[in-house]
């Protein structure tokens, strides 16, 4: 089938990155978003977002006519959705923007289209996606109705990017596209063949989705064991540092390193997908969730301990973003432990972001958003939460008299209080 004419709905961290790949290969692309900001400023051939590589991708796909914006779905041969997946209370699944975005898409169907979920996704909501735009066409057919032969083709397609290589890894990684048919699974995968140089592997919607989690979960229950190694070698007063780089010296021992907490869209959110799925059989994964999400406690007491030094500690917080050298701040641990400080009254914080250029909502009235060597200069207690590569290049020097709490271990090789 030709893909003349393509739409992604989305157009976020992986649906603007998807939007600019298609176009680049010279495809017609719609851009579907509710972000009134983010459409104007895609349209002038601008980005919303920081991403390496994309502001040239996106400003050359404007230019040349192959890429523009709007708020509403228009007709198209292929619609990729590429919307938020976050949890209600109780850690439940919210599949409200996967709704709304379903529902808007299935105004403008028409026969042979295809519609690809790429949002990180509980098992089971591409089918749901299909029921809800059956609803709204009962003049067309979806795969749960009439299988191989029916009028709309529907798939799953995760995501696997790193925030910072996402032009890159789009392109050079494997893709898992799980049809609700095979015939649904192969249009979607002549779809992605039109940028992606990796493999292209067929299975089902379901095991596409859970393929997406697992990978996840996985690196979450990692991350969990470095969480909690760093908590007994704080106990012992122990440099888990060194510790887990002479543990790693083993030839089939290959821990990760600790941090605050774990942030960011899908390791902070889809174990709970399957913990939701299947409750009394994910126990490891439930635990490691909690050890994760129980880091910036840890944290935020070591800070309070070191502020009682002093009568009205200055509190220097280096980062907000969930990794390095990025500007995304979802579920983001740094963000979690400046508002509890600030919240606690503990002392006056400064937040140092360097990829933002004003405070998350809720924090914007109540710290300051400070530059690197101001805000060390005039703190009593530094904590790195994140190491971005600035603070990478920071004299050692600058830290000589501050109670450095260091998450990220950047400076545990200069032997500086940990």
């Known amino acids: 089938m030709e893909f003349n004419v393509i739409s992604v709905v989305g157009l976020g961290y992986i649906g603007l990155p998807t939007a600019a790949a298609f176009a680049a290969r010279r495809k017609q692309v719609i851009g579907v978003d509710v972000d009134q900001n983010a459409v104007e400023t895609i349209n002038k051939g601008e980005i919303h977002i920081i991403e390496p590589e994309l502001d040239m991708l996106v400003h050359a796909a404007v ?6 914006a709007t708020m509403t779905p228009e007709p198209a041969d292929a619609f990729l959705i590429a919307v938020p997946t976050p949890f209600r209370e109780g ?26 979920l790429e949002s ?21 057919s979806f795969p749960q109705q009439a299988g191989e032969n029916s009028d709309i083709r529907v798939a799953h397609c995760p995501e696997r990017v790193l925030p910072g290589h996402v032009i890159r890894e789009l392109v050079e990684n494997d893709r898992v596209i799980g049809g609700m048919t095979r015939r649904c699974g192969e249009s979607a995968r ?18 596409a989705e859970m393929c997406k989690l697992t990978e996840n979960s996985f690196r979450d229950v990692n991350i969990a064991f470095a969480n909690e190694l760093s908590l007994i070698c704080d106990h012992l007063d122990i440099n888990v540092w060194e510790l ?102 503990i002392g006056h914080v400064i937040a140092v972001e360097p990829n933002v250029t004003a405070l998350p909502a809720g924090l914007d ?54």
């Open 365 to 418: 009235h109540k710290c300051e958003l400070g530059q690197l060597t101001d805000a060390v200069s005039r703190a009593d207690i530094v904590v790195i939460l994140v190491d971005h590569l600035p603070f990478r290049r920071l004299d050692p020097l600058r830290l000589h008299d501050k109670i450095v709490i260091d998450t990220r271990g950047l400076l545990s090789q200069l032997q500086l209080v940990n």
């Open 63 to 68: 230019t040349q006519g192959y890429l523009r």
């Open 190 to 207: 002549e779809l992605y063949r039109t940028f992606v140089h990796g493999d292209c592997i067929l299975t089902d919607a379901r095991t």
């Open 244 to 345: 887990i780089r002479l543990s790693n010296r083993h030839p089939r021992v290959s821990i990760l390193q600790p941090g605050p907490g774990v942030g960011g869209h899908c390791i902070a959110v889809d174990p709970w997908f399957i913990v939701d799925s299947s409750p009394e059989h994910a126990r490891l994964i439930r635990m490691a969730r909690v050890v994760n999400d129980d880091k910036p406690h840890h944290v935020i007491g070591r800070v309070e301990r070191a502020a009682r030094r002093f009568r009205e500690p200055v509190i220097a917080c280096l980062g907000l973003s969930f990794k390095a050298d990025i500007d995304d701040l979802r579920e983001s641990p740094a963000v979690e432990i400046v508002r509890e400080l600030v919240d606690r009254n």
């Open 120 to 140: 990180t996704s509980p098992v089971g909501a591409t089918e749901q996606m299909a029921a809800w735009m059956a609803e709204l066409r009962p003049d067309l």
């Open 91 to 116: 850690n439940k699944p919210d599949l409200s923007y996967i709704q709304a975005a379903s529902r808007s898409v299935a105004a403008v169907l028409k026969k042979g289209d295809l519609v690809v």
